[in-house]
C-alpha cells in the first residue's frame, strides 16, 4: 500500500523528552546553495508521525554528502491542525540516517546514525512569503551522526519524523513540507516501519544539511502510460 498526502492515524502511547538547543521559527541558519532543497511553498507534505507502537509512518529523502559528519539540519514542515496546541506540543522529532538497500530504498536494517531532538520553544512564525503555514525547525544533532562515506556515490536517506502525538487522544500530525525540484524527484514513505516496492513517492523533501551533498539514492525511473495516452513517471 502507498500512503499517500495527509494521512491521520490514531496515536496513543509516551512522549519521550530529550533536552537539545534547538529553534523553530521562519529561518534555516545553515542554508546556503549547496546543502540544501529549499521549501517550494507548496501546499502539499507527506505525513512523518509516528504512532503507539512507534512503527507508524516515515518519510525520507535521499542525499550523497560532501562530509563525513552530519552535526545539524534543518526541515520545513507544520503540524495539524494549524492550531497552537499542536505547534506547541509537536516538537519532538527522531532524526535518522539510513544506508541505501539493494533497490536503492532507505534500509532499516542499516542506520547509520540516530538522534533525538526536543525543542523547548516552538515559535509559530511562517516562512517569510509563505502562502501555507510552514516553519523551518534547526536541528543541531547531539550525538552527531557520524562515519558517512565521501565518495561522491554512496547514496543515504534523510529520516525525519516527529515523535510528539503517540497518545490515544491526539489529533495532531506532522507533515514534511516539500523542497525545489533540486534532488532526484523521489522520496520514500513506509508503513509499519518498513519502506518497501511501494514507498518511492513523486517528490522531494524540503531540508538542509550542514555540508554540501547532491542526490541520487532514487531507483530507476520509468513510464506509466494509460489508455488515453497520458503518462506519469513511476519508479521500475
Not at 65 to 93: E, R, Y
Not at 122 to 134: K, L, M, Y
Not at 158 to 184: A, H, I, K
Amino acid at each position: 500500500m502507498i500512503v499517500r498526502l495527509y494521512i491521520s492515524l490514531a496515536m496513543t502511547g509516551c512522549l519521550l523528552l530529550i533536552p537539545g538547543i534547538a529553534n523553530a521559527d521562519g529561518v534555516c541558519p545553515i542554508e546556503t546553495a549547496g546543502n540544501c532543497q529549499p521549501f517550494d511553498d507548496s501546499p502539499s507534505g507527506i505525513n512523518s508521525t509516528l504512532t503507539y507502537d512507534f512503527e507508524g509512518i516515515l518519510a525520507a529523502d535521499d542525499f550523497i554528502p560532501q562530509f563525513d559528519t552530519l552535526t545539524s539540519v534543518c526541515v520545513w514542515g507544520v503540524a495539524l491542525p494549524d492550531d497552537q496546541n499542536c505547534a506547541t506540543n509537536g516538537a519532538n522529532f527522531r532524526v535518522r540516517v539510513l544506508g541505501s538497500d539493494a533497490d536503492g530504498l532507505p534500509d532499516v536494517n542499516n542506520v547509520v546514525g540516530e538522534t533525538n531532538v526536543f525543542f523547548f520553544d516552538v515559535s509559530t512564525e511562517p516562512v517569510a512569503g509563505a502562502i501555507n503555514p510552514t516553519t523551518a525547525y534547526h536541528m543541531p544533532l547531539d550525538p552527531p551522526i557520524t562515519g558517512l562515506t565521501v565518495d561522491g556515490s554512496t547514496c543515504y536517506w534523510l529520516e525525519v519524523v516527529n515523535t510528539s502525538f503517540t497518545d490515544t487522544n491526539s489529533d495532531c500530525f506532522w507533515y514534511w513540507r516539500p523542497g525545489q525540484s533540486s534532488g532526484s524527484g523521489f522520496s520514500a514513505i513506509a508503513t509499519n516501519g518498513i519502506y518497501g516496492a511501494g514507498s518511492p513517492y513523486p517528490l522531494d523533501l524540503a531540508f538542509c544539511l550542514n555540508g554540501d551533498f547532491t542526490s541520487g539514492c532514487a531507483p530507476e525511473i520509468g513510464q506509466c502510460c494509460y489508455c488515453d495516452g497520458s503518462c506519469m513517471d513511476q519508479p521500475r
